[in-house]
């Protein structure tokens, strides 16, 4: 797909794009050229772009249970990532570096991508489009993005004709200078907070409550600027791990739960990086030093690095699902590994629901390594029963004949040499709807598996999430309307067990305080005041498959 961009050199209220008539060019030699500014209010302008929680096995089936063959409908949507964010101070080759970075971001969000850095005469260029990294960016669009300073983002979002200018990092001008800003979250009192602004004046551009923090920051009268961003945070409520960039700082802060990821590392040339994931950071040779605090703020420029404290902060409440499906397993989150954390958490299904069986499989991508897990403790074979697809467009033209599970079926293919005659136990990350599900369990069966036992390497999720999660609404969750059992009968399983809540907990030892489970218990740390799960706003569940046709921009082409 041909990616929608825009370049914006200079500051505008229009999303319409701009284009720079020099395109700058910078030498490609590493060069640490670190370069103050102040700041004073005035609106900023945008130039855009519970059930029981109890462990349980169900065994048998029900083949006639009425939705167990529910017609080919939208994928099942998942907890999905909308966003990666990425910051860098000090590399004369910071929008290359960006560019690699949100490359390894990828996973946390498709449908968008930018970067943003800072010219030798301190202007903000920024270019932002729509579609993967690859396909926004390339040679000639990264030379026109010279500077020592960068950040850009990875966005999820909904598809739509409004989708561009909603791509992120913004940028706005005000009085004293530029700021650009790249977020990861989702704010529960951004309403509100939207309304109160608009009522003594601001101008709004886009649909995202990101826009609602630049205009916070623009109004502060606070000094110096990093106070303009305590100030701006003090007002916001939910999650939120963003990355600023000035004419001559970049500046990385965590909300005081840190409820999503941000990571501190630092090159060989002495260039300091954030990032959302340690991934990022190892693609561009970038050391891991810590975590960015719940609750920090971390400015860095030409004096080097400065920790502030936000506010006071309480008890940290970081995602679990970041362990349990976002992060790529190579990754360190929350100063644990994710691969370790999920090979455990099939140790504990084989542990607590074992099953005899003739072999373990997995729902790429996310399920592998807790089917891993369990298989090596199981002590039965682990194969590769399902493949997965990586070259699904995003359109797809469905013959005139319809095919059940057309949608499964493009992504995934199953191995009959692998399932024909066999017990099959599937370990997936979690059950969302369960239509996903159900579909999987008929094309193991059609590939010939004697028995298919379902592994679910999650607790039940019952409850909406309102903190960058793009989760479908508490009603939509099967297991806020169903039973373990009735689940297994819905999707048409031999058996089906899920992760232990309380042995998620135990495993997780002294820090399982630190972690918020939400979408497991319907008790959120920060209570909601909006009415509805803001879609596009934060990460997108699904059953482990990207999106649903509702979230193809095009549609399905017939």
């Known amino acids: 797909m041909a990616a929608t961009s825009s370049f914006s050199p200079s500051l505008s209220l229009n999303a319409k794009p701009n284009k720079p008539s020099n395109p700058l060019r910078f030498p490609r030699s590493p060069l640490l050229k670190p370069s103050s500014s102040s700041f004073s209010p005035r609106p900023a302008s945008l130039s855009s772009s519970s059930p029981s929680l109890q462990h349980r096995v169900s065994s048998s089936r029900n083949a006639n249970h009425p939705l167990a063959l529910d017609n080919n409908d939208d994928y099942d949507e998942k907890p999905r990532e909308e966003c990666g964010v990425m910051g860098i101070y000090g590399d004369s080759e910071a929008s290359r570096l960006c560019y690699l970075a949100l490359h390894a971001l990828q996973h946390r969000g498709q449908e968008g991508a930018g970067i943003v850095t800072v010219s030798k005469d301190k202007v903000l260029q920024t270019i932002t489009g729509v579609g993967l990294v690859s396909e926004v960016f390339n040679e000639s669009k990264l030379d026109q993005l010279p500077g020592d300073i960068a950040i850009g983002h990875v966005r999820y979002s909904t598809a739509g004709s409004s989708m561009l200018k909603n791509v992120q990092p913004f940028v706005a001008g005000y009085r004293f200078g530029s700021v650009g800003v790249a977020h990861n979250g989702n704010l529960v009192n951004y309403t509100k907070l939207r309304a109160e602004l608009e009522e003594n004046g601001s101008i709004f551009n886009t649909s995202s409550d990101t826009e609602v923090v630049l205009h916070l920051i623009a109004i502060s009268k606070a000094r110096p600027f990093f106070m303009r961003i305590v100030d701006a945070c003090e007002k916001l409520q939910g999650a939120y791990s963003m990355v600023f960039v000035t004419e001559d700082k970049l500046v990385a802060v965590r909300d005081p739960h840190g409820f999503r990821p941000l990571v501190m590392g630092r090159r060989s040339n002495g260039a300091v990086v954030f990032a959302s994931e340690t991934c990022a950071l190892d693609l561009i040779e970038a050391t891991y030093e810590r975590e960015v605090h719940p609750g920090e703020v971390l400015v860095v420029d030409k004096d080097g690095v400065k920790s502030q404290c936000l506010m006071p902060h309480p008890e940290p409440k970081q995602c679990i699902f970041e362990h349990i499906y976002f992060s790529l397993p190579n990754s360190i989150v929350f100063g ?66 319809k095919i059940r599970d057309f949608g499964v079926k493009l992504k995934l293919s199953p191995v009959r040499g692998v399932l024909e005659g066999k017990r099959v136990v599937v370990v997936d990350d979690s059950i969302v709807r369960g239509t996903t599900s159900s579909k999987i369990v008929r094309l193991l069966r059609e590939a010939g598996a004697k028995e298919v036992h379902m592994r679910i390497a999650s607790p039940p999720i019952v409850a909406s999430c309102y903190y960058g999660v793009d989760t479908p609404s508490s009603e939509e969750l099967i297991s806020n309307r169903m039973s373990v059992d009735e689940v297994r009968d819905y999707i048409g399983s031999d058996s089906l067990a899920f992760l232990s809540f309380e042995t998620l907990k135990k495993h997780l030892g002294e820090d399982s305080k630190t972690f918020c489970y939400a979408c497991f218990t319907g008790n959120y740390p920060v209570k909601p005041t909006e009415d509805k799960v803001k879609r596009g706003g934060g990460d997108f569940i699904d059953d482990g498959l990207v999106g649903g046709i509702n979230n193809i921009e095009g549609g399905w082409v017939r």
């Open 336 to 401: 644990r590994s994710v691969y370790e954390s999920r090979h455990v958490f099939g140790e504990i299904l084989a542990t607590e629901s074992p099953v005899d069986c003739d072999v373990v499989i997995a729902v790429p991508d996310s399920g592998v390594v807790a089917a891993l897990g369990y298989a090596a403790k199981s002590g039965v074979a682990f194969q590769q029963g399902l493949i997965r697809s990586h070259y699904v467009g995003r359109t797809f033209i469905e013959p005139s004949q």
